[in-house]
């Protein structure tokens, strides 16, 4: 019980931070070694599941209120917080998969307590009919398609956001990372109560002062960063697509393309992609 109890404040402690959740707890319903941590989705509601996380023999098995398909969303922005939650459980890699690789298999048994991370990979790999893949982020972004076709389960060594942890970590330990950014090379940083944008490739700034407030769309690879009180859309990898002026950024999601528009100035950018 020692380390559940430690992972239980640990997940408090940083989700307390961020949600108006209720916290989480362990379920004594549940009579074997594992343990059922979830979260309500708002106070004073006991229905709404955020997330159910149970202890196997060497594993975490989480569930969400997601589908499986949305962590192929190119916003990525469910695939961040799984990475978040992974390295709270001092994990840093994610194995995606559908309820068919989980609990409504019939091939995987996930009743049975007992079972370790190596047989659950095998019964998993059985019933795709071929060893589990590796995912390829790059390739989800890159997909022309609104929706990327993906298989139903993966490993995802995570090693976008771990080279972005690590450049982090060893070269700007005085600074505090608020939002490692759902893809890309930027991550948000803070400082003495003040915000700076790093691009984690080039080990620069993207702007050389501090900002005031980064928006992440999560969605089609913009944001907008704020400062005195004008704003300026930047694209996933840092480049700056228009200069800092008055207004802010809004999305809209148009037949075949994210718009990006600034009302109050008129620019407009755009991200395409295609239907099946």
């Avoid at 239980?8 to 940083?14: A, G, M, R, T």
């Avoid at 074997?32 to 975490?60: C, H, S």
């Avoid at 059985?126 to 990327?148: A, Q, R």
Wanted: proline share 2%.
């Amino acid at each position: 019980m020692k380390y559940i109890n430690e992972t239980l404040e640990l997940l408090n402690s940083h989700y307390s931070q961020h949600y108006i959740f209720d916290q989480f707890e362990y379920d004594e319903r549940y009579n074997y070694d594992a343990i059922r941590v979830y979260q309500i989705i708002e106070k004073n509601e006991d229905t709404g599941i955020f997330m159910d996380l149970q202890l196997y023999n060497g594993f975490w098995h989480v569930e969400l209120g997601y589908h499986y398909c949305q962590y192929f969303f190119k916003n990525l922005w469910l695939r961040q917080q799984l990475y978040e939650l992974a390295k709270l459980l001092g994990e840093k890699e994610i194995w995606p998969c559908s309820e068919y690789y989980s609990w409504n298999s019939a091939t995987v048994n996930l009743e049975d307590e007992s079972i370790d991370f190596d047989t659950w990979k095998q019964q998993a790999s059985k019933e795709l009919g071929m060893p589990i893949p590796t995912l390829d982020i790059e390739e989800v972004l890159n997909c022309k398609y609104y929706f990327y076709d993906a298989e139903g389960v993966y490993f995802d060594p995570c090693s976008d956001y771990n080279e972005k942890m690590d450049v982090c970590e060893s070269l700007f330990r005085e600074y505090k990372i608020k939002n490692l950014l759902s893809c890309g090379p930027c991550v948000l940083l803070e400082k003495d109560n003040r915000l700076f944008l790093l691009n984690t490739k080039t080990k620069n700034f993207v702007i050389d002062d501090y900002i005031d407030e980064l928006v992440d769309f999560y969605c089609g690879y913009r944001f907008y960063a704020v400062k005195d009180g004008k704003s300026a859309l930047f694209d996933r990898f840092g480049n700056q697509l228009s200069k800092f002026d008055v207004g802010t950024f809004k999305m809209e999601l148009g037949r075949d393309a994210y718009l990006f528009k600034n009302e109050q100035t008129g620019f407009c950018d755009s991200e395409h992609y295609e239907h099946r």
